[in-house]
Antibody, heavy 127, light 108 residues
């Protein structure tokens, strides 16, 4: 069965740190680009960042609101991807989903398909 | 603010056809993908690119693109299609992904 399972969420004070984990199974994890997407309570989806596969350089990209504070890493031997969150702000409060990202192309136009999603882990930043 | 704009809410009568739209300059360069999210659940990919419907998604879901607008059409929606729908695409930089604000679909 294809699955992603996140863990590590919880309550943290502003300025604190938290590391989220996501374990994949049922697919070739090492080939997958992995992204994190978050959703604040009652709000829409927000892309947080990605880590590409080792074959594609294992490079990372981040959304502007988390640049310099969050870091994504992966351990393909454990089929795990991590989101290290530092200097947390109240506005980082959200459900955090990990997802596989397929970067595809059709007639010279690129698009991304987030096709496997975890169930999410909740992060609450509050004093 | 989101670089992709969606109508906050759309309603459709059971069995009619509904089009959910997504507008943004980046859609002139990149295709969109569409996600369905029901309360308390993770998003579900329902359509991507020009013509990709994932396995298990009913063929009443289809997508299209013209100029700066991408559309998700549901032909003959069912009650279970009532959900929030989000579009996404690369942003103008080409490196990042952006989501639209979401459209709440009500099936009457």
């Amino acid at each position: 069965e294809v699955e992603l399972v996140e863990s590590g969420g919880g309550l943290v004070k502003p300025g604190g740190s938290l590391r989220l984990s996501c374990e994949g199974s049922g697919f070739l994890f090492s080939n997958a680009w992995m992204s994190w997407v978050r959703q604040a309570p009652g709000k829409g989806l927000e892309w947080v960042g990605r880590i590409k596969s080792k074959t594609d350089g294992e490079t990372t990209d981040y959304a502007a609101p988390v640049m310099g504070r969050f870091a994504i890493s992966r351990d393909d031997s454990k089929k795990m991807v991590y989101l290290q969150m530092n200097s947390l702000k109240i506005e980082d409060t959200a459900m955090y989903y990990c997802t596989t990202e397929k970067a595809l192309r059709f007639l010279d136009r690129l698009y991304d398909a987030f096709d496997i999603w975890g169930q999410g882990t909740m992060v609450t930043v509050s004093s | 603010s989101s670089e992709l704009t969606q109508d906050p809410a759309v309603s459709v009568a059971l069995g009619q056809t509904v089009r959910i739209t997504c507008q943004g300059d980046s859609l002139r360069t990149y295709y969109a993908s569409w996600y369905q999210q029901k309360p308390g659940q993770a998003p579900l990919l329902v359509f991507s690119g020009q013509n990709n419907r994932p396995s298990g998604i009913p063929d009443r879901f289809s997508g299209s693109s013209s100029g700066n607008t991408a559309s998700l059409t549901i032909t003959g929606p069912q009650a279970e299609d009532e959900a929030d729908y989000y579009c996404s695409s690369r942003d103008s930089s080409g490196d990042h992904v952006v989501f639209g604000g979401g459209t709440k679909l009500t099936v009457l």
